[in-house]
């Protein structure tokens, strides 16, 4: 926070060749943990093929290029030094003006004690000062409150502004590059250059992503802790620290700087945290906020930068935006009709204020008049149709054109959301019905602007708008419907019991609720009985699928398409949620007819067990008589979502990867037949979260990794927690991140071999697998007292108290780790610095691998360096390990352990952890031949090892403060005036961690 940074935090990139060309690389490098899923460049190791030189980001697939690589030389550490300076400087600049705020708000003493508290903890952690860190213990310990809550502050302030210095370096290299013609891994650019290499024409390319759908899903998660004032705040800055690689004068920076001033200060007294429960509505206005800083505008950026590579070509809308977000009731009850409603009004909203705000501008600039250009008879009538009758416009047609499309723009605005546009040249009348009716016009005026010479005009706001348009619709983004199958069974069972059609459905086997539901999916007839009295669960239920009923009619067929079905373990759990759609005519007709689906029914598999069972479900399931049929009229897709959380916390890291690749494997086998028959496409929807524990880590990577044959142009993947922030708050970084999901899907599309690993590679996993799964299993699941250590060790009481989410943290009221959500579950180790879920298990699977025959160690080991080398699945699984064992502190973790009351548990426990963490990194290290972790990726290690004395001081006090909280007996705490001090510290430093782990959630 000082003014004397010498340690600031380097760039988390790794580093790049000297070179102005880039060497290509058969695999990705290994992943940036800091910045979640910005795609690494290709790895220097790789075999470079030869890239071309002078290319640049709208290099066209088959547009020859020559040029051999460039050697690639490592950067000298001056080189990699001056290579960061402007980041450095960054840093600087925003540590130093953070600690004058600091100095100027709480004084002085303040200021000092702030600054102790960092050179301390940076001596303790770079210089292993022993001294420094008794000093720094006995000091954290003194603190007051006050004290305790300005430090926590301060350092997650400081976190917050390096994430957005690391942020702008990022992109300030890439134009560097960007100008250089050097291309980077995961750029649309050397997706292109690599296509054209392999032969793929761009034809090919473009009916890749002609029959193409690709969807991030934002979802609403307990991990995203920051307000959205804050997250406005840090925008703000974030633009102003943009604009100083542009600005010229002493006077400007001076400018810049006292603005940047103003907006820490902003931040500085801008309480961090929610006084009160987070909201389904409120959830609902994060999420959109980025549609207004990133999504509205850098979608349509994205599609022109395709166009311009792929000319000629027309492009299918392959890329939408979904939510969850007032759709998924799992577990949360504050979901309701109500809240689904008012989503899907707030997203419409978004939109049609988007397209006015467009349509005014475009009013602005299109003042030709007809006395100087002409203009099309189809543009002359739509000018004619316009109520605009202002003398000072007759000339203009293109003005009063527009100005009639806004009057019905805003009738469209107050018919589907109640609201009023903001300004009026004419009356708000006919309104659009729908987006092909806006797109009509909008082309009119396009075609007419080509044909007469003003061609020039179309491209910087007219061509975007039109994109917009078909990209969002009246809709803006598809929201999801999910719930959990117990739900649904207890709904169907209560209107069979008031039907007296089965008296107690609960009671049937499998065998017998498939045949009574699909006797009664093939009956006409509905279930509820006018007048009965039914209970509110039931109530509710239906009153979700009645609201979607009414929505899709109200805002297209695109408003909601899935409806998700948590916890599937059978077939009738699939044929239950049809029943529901036809009981409110969301399928319409009967099963052995016509019948046809507004929504895909999509099976979730979470646990182990569900994955193994999922192929065999949904054979039985469409092998009943009619489902096919169902299916194909209704738009032949069929999505499955696979679940990495519940599936990770249930079998550990390797057991859960390992049976998600064969699940896919599975399903791809199974619609390939049932495509060939019926035409009918798979589309697999990955529930991702942001640590390597819930499937994150990379998309670029996690996509290329996936089994052969399972992408095909095809993939939806969640986006969770405070990972929306760090990939979409920033609009070149969000474009740079729908630009990766992009690059990835058409390289694994066109690019992924056809034929699957090798035996000896799927036999070797399997057994990793089950020895991994036994190892994970039996320290999580058998050891005694493990759930009273977890609920000890970390701050999952606390992060309940939090309102960082409008969900519950646990399915029940129960401890048992069964009933936890995954998300809080890798939060809280994440906190705590043992990040388990990223890591456990996998040394003791590698272990026993290797001395399952003792004779073939080495064998067996060499086979193990061959499929890190050969196989990308495995690869990307060790490099992900390798990024979360970096992360991983027990020094900081064993802090932790003293919060546990009954000490011989907690060394118990902490030992057994200590020791597979031990193996796991024994094995990475021997299976990836690096001596240390992230040897291979050295920024990131450096970046990490700089951000570590910051993070430092923000643990120390929240064990603290945990252990004066949970001193003081519930009952008692409102009694006493210090705790709320105490409670708001802990949120505050779980906040500030967060914040400097980045993808923890």
Known sequence: MASTLPSAIPSTRAPEPVSGRQPRAAMPARPDASAPDRAPRAAAASTPSGTPSGTRAGTRAGTKTTGKAAKVRTLTPRQAEDKNQPLMEDIRLLGRILGEVIREQEGREAYELVERVRKLSVAFRHKHDAQAGKTFDKLLKSLSGEQTVSVIRAFSYFSHLANIAEDRHHVRRREIHERAGSLQAGSLAYCMERLHEAGVRPAEVARTLQHGFISPVLTAHPTEVQRKSILDAERAIAELVEQRDRLQTERERRDNENLIRARITQLW????????????????????????ATFLRQIPKLYGELEEALPGHELNSFLRMGHWIGGDRDGNPNVTATTLRHALKRQSEVALRHYLTELHELGAELSISARLAQVSPAMQALAERSPDRNEHRMDEPYRRALTGMYARMAATLHALTGTEALRHA????????????????????????QTHHAGALIA??????????????????????????????????????TARVCPDYATLDEAARRQLLLGLLNDARPL??????????????????????????????????????SHTETVSDLLEVALLFKEVGLLRGVLDGEAIS??????????????????????????LPGVAALVKRSGAEQDIMLGYSDSNKDGGVFTSNWELYRAEIALVGLFDQLKARHGITLRLFHGRGGTVGRGGGPSYQAILAQPPGTVNGQIRLTEQGEVIASKYANPDIGRRNLETLVAATLEATLLHPTKSAPKSFLDAAQQLSDASFAAYRGLVYDT????????????????????????????????????????PWGFSWGQSRVALPGWCG??????????????????????????????????TLLSNLDMVLAKTDLGLAQRYVDLVEDRKLGKRIFAAIEAEFRRTQQAVAMISGEKHNLASNPALARSIAHRFPYIDPLH??????????????????????SMERVQRGIHLSINGIAAGLRNTG
Request: charged share 30%.
């Open 426 to 449: 004419v009356a708000p009348q006919d309104p659009y019905l729908t987006p092909e009716e806006l797109l009509v016009d909008l082309r009119v005026i396009a075609d007419s602007l």
């Open 842 to 875: 996998f040394g003791s699977g590698v272990a026993s691998f290797l001395e399952a025959d003792p004779a073939q160690r080495e064998q067996r080991l060499a086979l193990l360096r061959r499929m890190h080398k050969q196989w990308p699945f495995f690869r």
């Open 784 to 823: 005694k007292g493990f759930a009273d250590y977890f609920f000890s060790s970390t701050p999952i009481r606390e992060i309940a108290e939090l309102n960082i989410g409008s969900r519950p943290a646990s399915r029940k009221a129960t401890r048992a780790i069964e009933d936890l959500r995954a998300i």
């Open 956 to 977: 120390h006090l929240q064990v603290e403060l945990m252990r004066r909280y949970r001193a003081i007996p519930i009952e008692k705490r409102a009694e006493d005036p």
């Open 528 to 565: 509820r009985v006018v007048g009965a009295e039914y209970s509110e669960r039931c109530q509710g239920e239906l009153a979700i699928f009645e609201a979607a009923r009414e929505s899709l009619q109200r805002f297209g067929r695109e408003a909601i398409r899935h409806y998700i079905i």
């Open 269 to 292: 007294q801008t309480r961090m945290l929610r006084y009160s429960k987070l909201t389904v509505a409120d959830e609902i206005e994060n999420a959109l906020s980025y549609y207004h």
């Open 598 to 623: 507004d929504l895909i029914v999509v099976p979730l598999f979470e646990t182990i067990g569900d994955l193994r069972e999922a192929p065999l479900i949904m054979s039985e399931y469409y092998a």
């Open 460 to 497: 910087p706001r007219l061509k975007p708008l039109i994109r917009a348009v078909q990209v969002f619709g009246f809709h803006l983004a598809t929201l999801d419907l999910r719930q959990s199958s117990d739900q649904h069974e207890l709904v169907i069972a209560e209107l069979l019991a």
